[in-house]
DNA sequence: GGTGATCCTGCAAAGGTTTGCAGTGAAGTA
DNA sequence: TACTTCACTGCAAACCTTTGCAGGATCACC
């Protein structure tokens, strides 16, 4: 199994000793419904007696235990987090955003991978759905009606896909690619390919309608190659049409796909941004380390992170699910409200975009830039400069 | 806030409806017990009310709820999975494995980051400790006795960490490092750096005994440049110094550091690796997308996680904890087998090392690699082709 | 027909906590 | 003094499930 046993043992150890309220209640001389209220109703208890309950608590170590606390309260104080691959680059700093967020409001977080298949999200909601209070799902690749199916069963908040009736967060691609194409075309590109990512994905959807649109205004032809896997191979695999198709520039689904297609391109010769500029989606923290630089539209991702569990969390404290007398009765008509968010995102220019077919010689559109510039360029930045050229 | 509202609606939806065993066994005509025992111990159930239960729960989609059943059963089927910081690359895959071999065995995964500090390591296990059946603890930076003294409260299994006592999982970097360390000596490196890592690193200390013992074998010296955040900026922030040294090699704590040190020599004009040649460790995806692409050592993340899941499965097997018979006297005396398992890592040669001062002109040690070699080089290899420089 | 054995099912307690209700004693009010 | 109010605490049911024990039915065997 290429692994190499160095040591086993056998030792004694003194086994958990689980302490409860009980054990609490005993030792300070009360009522366990007195302890309980020590921490979930402190107004409720003489202060004195606080103290002491307090004190043997922490004496004891004691704890309360969650899962006991969440059978009848009907809050677990846990969340979910489903995600489609944990190893795409583009997810660890929204995990880490809303894990963060998560336990700064006293949750804890389910972590799950789904491997991008639509049948894991599912059985992955239902699995989760008893022992949390809500569900992320960030970049589902199921479809709307099943999303909109599941949030009957457990709140759920969505996180880059668009599905009406249920809290969103989205990140906003479409004025995004409208940024990068016009960047584009304000360098004297005017034929572009944009590299679609997976079919399913509503950012995907978004760049497209939005880069055509951009593409029109601007005078540029635009051609469509994919869809393809979001990742490093999928840009690669892709090098070569990408060549014969005759573009000067590409606009890629994300990032990982923008490295794998410059990889590409170098295998064939073909150089980035001499002779191809390459744009990417995501900015994750690679795309500032590879060579040349890459000039891409940087996604908030811990923004999201943290706006979706504030949101999950909001909707969460107004609807408690599986109040006390709910009784048999499924409680009907709970009204919702439910908010979608579209956070901003931004053109970072960087090395691997240059010069056009197109570009004026006069006018130093794209001077070289120095060392990782990393000025984030606002939606406005191209239209207002060469904003004569798009008008054509 | 930097977002846009787009729409704030309200909507009817059905609240949660939470099917319990109750409403399976009215549905089924049977007791609860024989709808408990449908799922948990089917063969006592006759065959024919068994297929009458079932049908009726999935027709109600029923799902047992873990919590209650963790009350009574004292396993939750749950564990926790403590990193120190989720967004450094070299933790997704481990996350990704483990969190895969976890629901293979039908367990959920708690995911908490502590953002490299200790006292958050405590704190998460005692909150953890209640809900999940073990915790794995990944590059944990506490003290080993407060290691040891947690594991009384929950079972833990540490991920790159001796403790003795305790299961652990390790990646050999000791062979690794001396690996690397060979193979720079073959390439004619006489003086090399070893830029260390966090100080409570136990793989720091592996890599540092094991890189002097290799350099002092093979006639070379070795600088030791350190404690530095295992950081690209950590690197990049020693690369003044390395200059300053003289060396004309540095091996790495990680990866990260590797890449953020070439930045660094790049920005102050030293080129990799004609001048200066680099070795990380960890092989993160990034290593191979990078300019020049990195020699590393290759750290096996992804067997570690499935490891890591197995041996704290297996050992919450033998010593369940809260049986049902423990009553109030503590169980002591437990015997609990550790074992602690070694991963081999292998060095991968790519681009980012090459011939030192001493390298030998009529042997093209360092012939140029094609692109991505990506050829494990065990760590017989170094030794094999260059033994008798190394032998003197 | 009687005796066990076997198979299946129901009963009820248990696990740790919360919470509506009622009870206590003291303080405040008339 | 009698009555109300108030602050605090205890009681017990409830949440959902598992599981030891016992009861009932069926069957085989003598």
Known sequence: MGHTHVTAATSDEGAAVPVTIRDVARASGVHISTVSRTFSAPHLVNPETRVRVLACAEDLGYRPNRAARALITGRTHNIGLIIADIANPFFPPLIKAAESQARNRDYHVFVADTNEDPAAEEELVHALAKQVDG???????????????????????????????????????????????????????????????PRSSWTNREMRRAAAAAA?????????????????????????????????????????????????LDALGVR???????????????????????????????????????????????????????????????????????????????????????ARPARPLAAPLGPDPHCPAGPGIPTAANGDAVAS
């Open 216 to 264: 029109r205004a601007g005078g540029a032809e635009l051609t469509l190659l994919g869809p393809n896997a979001p990742t490093e191979t999928g840009g690669s695999a892709v090098a070569e049409q990408v060549r014969r198709s005759g573009v000067s520039a590409v606009l890629a689904y994300n990032d990982l796909m923008a490295i794998g297609l410059i990889e590409g």
């Open 135 to 197: 569900v992320l799902l960030c970049s589902p690749r199921m479809s709307n009606s099943l999303i909109e199916q599941l949030s009957r069963e457990v709140p759920l908040v969505v996180v880059n896909r668009q599905v009406t009736g249920l809290p969103c967060v989205l990140m906003d691609v479409g004025q995004g690619a409208r940024a990068a194409i016009e960047h584009l075309i304000g360098l004297g590109h005017r034929a572009i390919a944009l590299l679609g990512g």
């Open 272 to 358: 980035v941004p001499q002779e191809v500029s390459v744009v990417g989606v995501d900015d994750i923290a690679l795309s500032r380390l590879t060579r040349p630089k890459l000039t891409t539209v940087a996604t908030p991702t811990g923004a999201a992170g943290r706006t979706a569990v504030d949101m999950l969390l909001q909707q969460d404290t107004e609807s408690p699910r599986g109040a006390r007398g709910s009784g048999a009765g499924t409680a009907l008509g709970v009204r919702r409200t439910t908010a979608q968010v579209m956070l901003q995102t931004d053109l970072v220019i960087r090395d691997s975009t240059g010069p056009g077919p197109h």
